[in-house]
Every structure is written in C-alpha cells, then in structure tokens.
C-alpha cells in the first residue's frame, strides 16, 4: 500500500474513531477559561516582579564575588545563583536545585568542579529530540534490564535521586559514585515555545504555570571530553 | 476587550468539543485530555491577538495541547515512554480509542503524531500544518511519510482489521 492509500485508510479510520466520540463534551465554562488566564496574567505579573528582584539579588552577588573574601562559599560546599543551587551533601552526593533558565554554562562549570563530569544544556521544547545533544552519545532511559544502549530504570534513580523519594519536582541530586565507569550526566533544561520573549525567562522550573522553564531531563552519557569535559 | 472575548468565546463554543475529542484520541484518557484542552484555551485567551489571526486556530488549540502532555510527562515520568495504563478507563468507555491503530499512533513520536494528527484528522493541508508546527512543509511531509510507515509496521493492513473485526 502506498502513502496515498494508507493515509486515506488511516484517516477513514481515525475520523470513525473521532466521529464515535460524539457523545464526548467539554463541559468547563468559557466564563471559568477566562477567569483562569485572568488569574494567571496577575501571577504572570507578579512572577515578572520578582524576577526583577532576583536579577537585582543577582547582580549584588556577584559584584560580592569579585570583592575578596567574599562570593560563592566553598567551605560550606554551596553555589546558589538566583536561578539555581548545587550544594554538596554529606554524603558525597550533590543536591541541585533549579530556579530559571539562566547561566547553565556556570551550573556546568560548578559541577565539574565538584567532580562531576556534566554537560548541561537549554533546549527550547520546540526542539522535540531533547536525545540530540550536540557532542554527547546519550543513553536514553530504557527497558530495565539496559538493553538496547538504554539506561536501566534502577541506575537512572541510583545516580539521579539515590534513596530520595517524593521530592520537589525542581530538585534532583547527582551521585557520582553510582555513576557508571565512562559515563557522565547530562541535564537538559526545557523551556517552552512561548517564552522566547525576556518577560518569561525568570520563571521558576518546576512551577506548574505552563510559563518559563517546563521540565528538565537527565540522562547519563558517555563521558568525553567534548561532552562532559574529561 | 468586550468585543475580543465575545470573539473568544463563540471560538471556544464552536471548537471546544471538537478539540477535545482530538486531544483524546492522542493522549486516551479523558480528565486529561480535559485538563490539556481547558489549559490549551486559557492560553489561546492570553495569546488571542495572535491566536486570532492564525490559519488554522483550532489546530493551534490542538498543538498547544499536545505539546503541554509531553511537558507534563517529562516532568512526572523523565523520558519514559508514553504508557498504556492511564489509557484504559476511557477505552473501556469509548472502544474505538482502543483500536490497534490508534494505539500504534500513540507510539509514534511526539512530531510525527502531531503532523498525523493535524493532517488527516483535523484534515489541514501541508502549509497550514507547516505553519502551525513551525516547521518547513518538507519537515511535515517527511514526519508524515515516517509516522506512516511506522503505523504500516505496527498495525494490521486495514482490509486485515476488517477481517480481524
């Protein structure tokens, strides 16, 4: 069958699959829409405000880090910027924290200090392949025996989260010694389509207001030095 | 702004139904195909200047949907596939959401579904599609031809299904 026959067989049958869901309605006001995108502009505005603070907060740290004896305090094992955290842990795993889609190259840059061989990189959710990341072999999530190239489940949970479970959706942690021999960590930052503009930037990760940074991904890779620096 | 939202709203009577029952048919399970197109809609209101003036704004709605589940996956499942289990409880309601091919098209990767989706169920042509996707009509018709070969894969040639039901 060619192309031809088979989207016109495949569109036969989804329009009867569409046509049998006659009975299916969405039953939400357009006064409770509305009300929704009124309440989300005020948030929207608010949220806007704050990343204006944040941004402030921001520039005062780090003038304070160009002063001596001052900045990001290594004895406590703590880099915050306003849009993340890493702090290290006593148990020698390191606990990150995302705020915003900003300065992933210094995220990057202080998680190869800590030992971590990492890449970390922003993707616009527009680019739906977030696997393709330029100069890294990922190891997508897999069946759990890690068949197929794939990352078995149980690994991804022992490197990414360790016994930590039920925890904020914008906190993740890294611990280097169950990370494979060779291998490295990734972290994808998704933002959405809509927020090419400046005002959406400083929204939080994790927050479920569909603005700002969406999601992130982890995976493990393969360490090079192209990809994860060593 | 009166006139603006009186315009939306005879949009969101007009095409509410409709959008809902594509989204439903992508994603199969019904209170969140609900939450994905109410949400889709509160964001066609916040963007209805430009929403407005789209070719094709259902498609829009459909798109904004479809894009906000796989958000909403990759943050509660980290990249893994799109499950079966919250399927269930509308196919059992609405049994052709249970057939092999829109199964199989549930599979498909996120792009290819959505060219699937707007192409031949909401019937847009290539450039409308294009648009909508903000791709080039070469991209869509290239997701069209793969989604289709992988539907040609997993399922059943359709004179077999006949014969199968």
């Known amino acids: 069958m060619n192309d031809t026959a088979l989207s016109a067989a495949v569109r036969s049958h989804l329009t009867e699959v569409h046509d049998s869901l006659s009975t299916v309605h969405l039953d939400i006001p357009a006064s409770e829409i509305v009300a929704r995108a009124r309440k989300r502009r005020v948030r929207r505005r608010q949220s806007a405000l704050a990343g204006a603070a944040g941004i402030a907060a921001c520039a005062a ?8 004896g001052s900045g990001t305090d290594s004895s406590t094992g703590q880099a915050r910027l306003a849009a993340w955290t890493v702090a290290k842990q006593p148990d020698g795993s390191v606990m990150i924290t995302l ?28 680019v739906e392949n977030s696997l393709d990341v330029p100069g890294c072999h990922v190891y997508p999530l897999g069946p759990p025996d890690g068949a197929a190239g794939g990352t078995p489940e149980a690994l991804w949970q022992k490197v ?3 016994p930590h479970m039920n925890v904020r959706s914008d906190t993740f942690w890294v611990y280097p010694s169950a990370i494979p021999h060779e291998r490295g960590v990734v972290i994808v930052i998704h933002y959405g389509p809509d927020k090419l503009s400046n ?22 890779v393969n360490a090079t030095p192209k990809c994860t620096g060593s | 702004m009166e006139q603006e939202q009186r ?17 439903l048919i992508s994603v199969g399970d019904q209170w969140r195909a609900e939450d994905l197109v109410a949400e889709a809609f509160t964001r066609a209101w916040m963007s209805w200047p430009k929403v407005r003036e789209h070719p094709a704004p259902r498609a829009w709605v459909v798109r904004t949907a479809l894009n906000t589940h796989v958000s909403w996956w990759r943050r509660h499942r980290r990249e893994v596939a799109l499950g079966s289990h919250d399927t269930a409880a509308a196919a059992g309601r609405y ?6 091919l829109v199964a199989a098209l549930r599979r498909l990767p996120a792009r290819q579904r959505e060219v699937i989706v707007l192409r031949l169920v909401l019937d847009l042509d290539t450039a409308t599609t294009a648009q909508t996707l903000g791709m080039p009509s070469g991209t869509v018709a290239s997701h069209l031809h793969r989604g289709l070969a992988a539907l040609r894969r997993d399922v059943p040639a359709p004179d077999e299904q006949e014969r199968i039901r």
């Open chain 1, 61 to 68: 740290l780090a003038v304070a880090a160009l002063l001596p």
């Open chain 1, 99 to 126: 705020h915003a889609v900003r300065h992933p190259a210094r995220l990057q840059q202080t998680l190869r200090a800590d030992g971590i061989p990492a890449k970390v990189s922003v993707n616009r959710q527009e």
């Open chain 1, 160 to 162: 990414f989260y360790g």
């Open chain 1, 199 to 220: 005002d959406y930037r400083n929204y939080p990760v994790g927050t479920d207001l569909g603005y700002g940074v969406d999601s992130y991904s982890l995976y493990l």
């Open chain 2, 7 to 23: 315009e939306f709203e005879e949009f969101y009577a007009a095409a509410r139904d409709a959008c809902l029952r594509v989204v």
């Open chain 2, 95 to 100: 049994p052709g959401l249970d057939s092999s």
